[in-house]
């Protein structure tokens, strides 16, 4: 059974993450402590009340489509009616379309809740938010005021409709076609695939925002448009019109998030969907990536999400479930498989990269309100560059801890782990997309490498890295010798990010782009550990002097993870300087 764990994700987003910065800001000063309890435990009694028990029915029964109609599991529309009701959908949206304004740190705690008790239930409203965002910052007035108020309510959802049969990752391939009528709309022909939420029964209209091509429009990624296609049209008075000229072809059967329709959608089979344009004709992309950013960071969570609740129920059944008798144990008969030393290695291992994946998502999303908060050119600059850097470990590492927790669970869960009647194994195939949509994996550090370790000449990482090694200083300082311990490990580790980062600047400044990039991935995982310790090493250095279970445990995972994971550094930096020649030598052949 799920439970929030609203006591930790207060204290990471207050002591770990910086939420007192942003609280502290003009735009926010009205939001007190006990405001922000109040969202916390409310968020998290829903999630835990409300989400979690429809997660296996989910799962069992999924999406079902009957001639171009979705019908969502049992309990399914109920729940998410009460979810929009509750105003949840509306948070950090602009107040003058019902929004509340919050911090993006509130979304992102709630959300991780509400991943947790199903992740194909959130990845709904998770599309939604980001086409408010996108309407928001890029939609004309007009439309703003047609679709804004009943997307930030939740009357109405959103999807964001990029991909097609060929044209995954590279956007250049893009042949959905959009033509100018006389009116001023466009005509939208075309095909895309893997839409989620593309078609549903939670809403009586779903709001499409599609990429497509003008017939002059550049070649590449230069010449695409960005529209809002509604499945119905919208009438002056914002009632219901016609049926658009959008239907969903039919849902894919995926091996997870089962009740998360993935539609395929075809557009123009009857004269054209009408769509109006967002932004400029030719700079739709620029348009969708302001959903984009954000909701690599919202995959991020999904992979929290999973890993808490995979973590949550492993320990329960490790607690539960007796085998052999534990070494130096007394006590007659078997002992819980929690008494073994390799199930308590196996639980701290998953518990400390949750918490090292949550500290880096609430992280991510302290940066984003900053940078947004922040009047001053330079203070800007500064958070953004942060938010940038931190997007593409957000949603790559945390994500390959959904999937690597959910895999210890089932672990732990022993052959039942790999019977479905237990719900481990749920977790995992929830997990594993995870890491390939909003930005595989692999892309996300070649972003991070290519794009982001560069930023400000590399000024950025070198100052994010000394921030951290004060981390360090202060564990050192504090007379503990078990943290001193553990900042030394950091502080090694921090060499090993700082070594990798040199030697992958000066590769990209000598046009070494290839070698660079063949680093890629294990410099990600080596910046997120470097980061993840240093962050859950300020968690148990914020908790000395609080003396209950919860502070303890915290600096034992602080302890454990230095000890257990901060090694690994040494041998991801010798990846990145001496595979890449291997790598490029390898030609993949039949």
């Not at 009632?239 to 239907?247: E, F, H, I, K």
């Not at 060499?495 to 980062?501: K, T, V, W």
């Not at 209950?548 to 302890?559: F, N, P, V």
Request: net charge negative; proline share 4%.
């Amino acid at each position: 059974m799920y439970r929030a764990p609203v006591q930790e994700i207060a204290f990471t987003l207050k002591h770990v993450a910086g939420l007192s910065d942003v609280l502290a800001e003009e735009a926010h000063a009205e939001i007190g402590e006990d405001l922000v309890a109040a969202i916390l435990e409310e968020a998290g009694r829903f999630a835990s009340e409300q989400i979690a028990p429809l997660n296996e029915v989910g799962d069992r029964v999924g999406a079902k489509c009957t001639n171009g109609e979705v019908t969502m599991p049992p309990g399914w529309r109920e729940a998410y009616r009460a979810w929009a009701e509750g105003g949840w959908n509306s948070l950090i949206a602009a107040p003058e379309f019902g929004g509340q304004g919050l911090p993006m740190m509130l979304q992102a705690a709630a959300f991780e809740m509400w991943n947790s008790g199903s992740m194909a239930f959130a990845i709904g409203p998770t599309l939604t938010v980001g086409a408010i965002e996108a309407l928001e910052k890029h939609a004309t007035p007009e439309l703003q005021e047609t679709y804004l108020p009943k997307l930030v309510s939740g009357e109405w959802m959103g999807t964001m409709n990029l991909t097609e049969p060929q044209a995954g990752s590279d956007l250049n391939a893009l042949r959905a076609r959009a033509e100018r009528a006389d009116d001023g709309t466009y005509r939208i022909f075309g095909q895309k695939i893997f839409i989620t939420y593309g078609e549903h029964d939670f809403t009586d209209n779903i709001v499409h925002l599609v990429l497509a091509r003008l017939p002059d429009a550049p070649a590449g990624t230069r010449g695409i448009s960005l529209f809002v296609v509604p499945k119905f049209l919208v009438n002056g008075d914002g009632s219901l019109g016609a049926r658009n000229d959008v239907r969903c072809a039919g849902i894919e059967h995926k091996l997870g998030i089962h009740a998360s329709p993935t539609c395929t959608m075809v557009y123009g089979d009857e004269g054209g969907a009408i769509g109006w344009l967002v932004g400029e004709e030719n700079r739709g992309l620029a348009c969708m990536f302001t959903m984009m950013n954000n909701a690599r960071l919202a995959v991020g969570i999904q992979g929290l999400g999973v890993a808490e609740r995979a973590t949550q129920q492993a320990l329960a059944y490790a607690l539960d479930r007796r085998q052999g008798r534990a070494a130096g144990r007394k006590d007659e008969g078997m002992s819980p498989i929690a008494a073994h030393p390799d199930i308590r290695r196996t639980l701290l291992s998953m518990q400390s990269w949750t918490q090292v994946a949550r500290a880096i998502c609430f992280a991510n999303a302290q940066a984003i309100d900053m940078a947004n908060l922040s009047g001053e050119a330079d203070t800007k600059t500064h958070w953004s560059e942060r938010a940038a850097m931190l997007t593409p470990i957000a949603k790559a590492l945390s994500t390959d801890i959904g999937v690597e927790v959910a895999s210890l669970g089932v672990q732990v869960h022993g052959g039942m782990g790999y019977v479905e009647e237990t719900g481990a194994a749920r977790h995992l195939r929830d997990a594993r997309i995870a890491p390939i949509y909003e930005g595989t994996n692999g892309i996300q550090a070649i972003d991070l490498v290519a794009r982001k370790l560069p930023l400000s000449g590399g000024d950025h990482i070198r100052g994010l890295i000394s921030e951290l090694a004060t981390v360090g200083a202060s564990a050192r300082d504090s007379g503990v010798a078990e943290l001193s311990e553990a900042a030394d490990r950091l502080d090694r580790a921090l060499f090993n990010l700082g070594e990798a980062s040199t030697w992958l600047l000066e590769a990209l400044a000598d046009g070494r782009q290839q070698t660079a990039l063949a680093g890629a991935t294990p410099f990600l995982r080596l910046m997120g550990i470097a980061l993840g310790g240093g962050l859950l090493l300020k968690g148990a250095v914020a908790s000395l002097g609080d003396n209950s279970e919860a502070a303890r445990h915290r600096i034992l995972l602080a302890r454990y993870f230095a000890a257990a994971h901060l090694p690994e550094t040494a041998s991801l930096r010798e990846q990145i300087e001496s595979a890449a020649d291997a790598v490029l030598s390898f030609e993949p052949a039949a």
